[in-house]
Each structure stands twice: as structure tokens, then as C-alpha cells.
């Protein structure tokens, strides 16, 4: 499975924007970039994916880098609530083999 | 609609136990994953379904680990003779198919003592 490298921890001020980053410079031409999170004793729960083109929906923003080696995560204005570890996966969404594979993920810390 | 429902929520049993896992998806949805999550670490892949085959179980530690879908639908997770080191949370997802997004539950947290 291709691997990501992700920071191990974040912090940010409530209100402001967070950019997640997300290396992933082994990726094959069929990997998705996937991210989920996972609130304190929560499963995870989906936030975003993309493939070539930057995406965007009402959770988030996913910019992905040209040569697509590496993602980042954009939340627009962090709140309390987005305090998670966040993940960034990639998945061949093409083929037969469509687990996902979690690595430790980046802690980001929300302050008031 | 309902998610994905995990029972029992918390499990304690004593080390050399039978224990059963049980994942309800949400109605449906084709693929159901299980994974496991110990403190600090992201989850880890046990076994994934498509209907009611087992599609890749690689992540299986060993034979005491076994999990079924009989009938396309709920799953079960079993582990025999549980050891110490089983203890984590297990969680369970399911997608429409096998290339959208997952729903995981709750997790059923397992305790052998």
C-alpha cells in the first residue's frame, strides 16, 4: 500500500483557517487522496477525497499538488468541535482492493 | 437514517474466553470492514466483505480471528481463546460499494483481564 507521512501534531486558534498537510510522494496514478477524522471516542468519520483536482465541500477544502505528491487539508475556520486526528489515505478507488489503510494520523489541538 | 450500530458498546471477559462481535450496517451497503484500535494508534485493518465473501482478510492476526456475513447484511466478529493483547477497540464500517466513502460505528471496546 502507498504510505503517507503526515506531522504528528497541529495546533490552531479557534476561528482561524488550518492547512493539514500530507505527503504522499509514492502514490500510484489510480490512488485517491482520502482523508478522514476521528473526534475523542468516536469512529472515523469521512471528510474529503479527491484524485487530481482540488475539491471542495462543506466539511472542507482538499488542494492537491500538481505532481500530486503531496495533499493538504483546509479548514476554514476551525472550531472547537474539529479538534480530531486527522487522517490522509490513499486508495486505488479502481480496483478490487478498497481497504483503507490508517496510518497515526496528525492531533490537531483547537484553542479557544 | 440509522449508521452503523456496534453491540455490546463495552466487553469484559477473562483471558481463554470465546467472545462475539456484532456490526449492523447501514441498510444497503454492500462492503463491511473491520478494523482494530489500540490507545494511541490509528485503526488496523482486519477483514473486509463484499456481500457476503470474505474479499480480503489479510489482516487477520492469526486463526483465533474469524468473521462472517451470512447473509450479505450483519456481520460477526469471533475470537477464541482471547489473550490480553486482543484487548482494543473494534471497529466495524460499511460502504454502498467498494469505492465510496465508509461509515464506521462506535466500536465495541474489549477488555480481557
Redesign the interface.
Known amino acids: 500500500d502507498a504510505k503517507t507521512t503526515q506531522p504528528n501534531s497541529m495546533e490552531s486558534n479557534e476561528e482561524e483557517p488550518v492547512h493539514l498537510p500530507c505527503n504522499h510522494s509514492t502514490i500510484s496514478g489510480t490512488d485517491y487522496i482520502h482523508w478522514?477524522r476521528q473526534l475523542p471516542?468516536?469512529?472515523?468519520?469521512?471528510v474529503i477525497?479527491g484524485l487530481t483536482s482540488n475539491v471542495n465541500n462543506r466539511m472542507a477544502s482538499l488542494a492537491i499538488a500538481e505532481d500530486r505528491k503531496s495533499s493538504t487539508l483546509i479548514l476554514h475556520r476551525a472550531t472547537l468541535r474539529d479538534a480530531a486526528?486527522y487522517?490522509c489515505i490513499l486508495r486505488d478507488?479502481?480496483g478490487?482492493?478498497?481497504?483503507?489503510?490508517?496510518?497515526?494520523?496528525i492531533t490537531l489541538s483547537v484553542r479557544p | 437514517g440509522a449508521g452503523v450500530s456496534q453491540t455490546p458498546s463495552n466487553k469484559v471477559t477473562e483471558k481463554g474466553k470465546y467472545v462475539e462481535l456484532r456490526c449492523d450496517p447501514i441498510s444497503g451497503h454492500t462492503a463491511l470492514y473491520w478494523y482494530r484500535q489500540s490507545l494511541g494508534q490509528g485503526p488496523e485493518f482486519l477483514i473486509y466483505f463484499q456481500g457476503t465473501g470474505a474479499a480480503d482478510d489479510s489482516g487477520l492476526p492469526n486463526d483465533r480471528f474469524f468473521a462472517v456475513r451470512p447473509e450479505g447484511s450483519v456481520s460477526t466478529l469471533k475470537i477464541q481463546r482471547t489473550e490480553r493483547g486482543d484487548s482494543a477497540v473494534y471497529l466495524c464500517a460499511s460502504s454502498y460499494s467498494l469505492s465510496t466513502e465508509a461509515f464506521f460505528g462506535q466500536g465495541t471496546r474489549l477488555t480481557v483481564v
Open positions: 478522514y471516542s468516536q469512529g472515523p468519520e469521512y477525497h486526528v487522517y478507488d479502481t478490487a482492493n478498497s481497504k483503507l489503510t490508517f496510518g497515526k494520523g
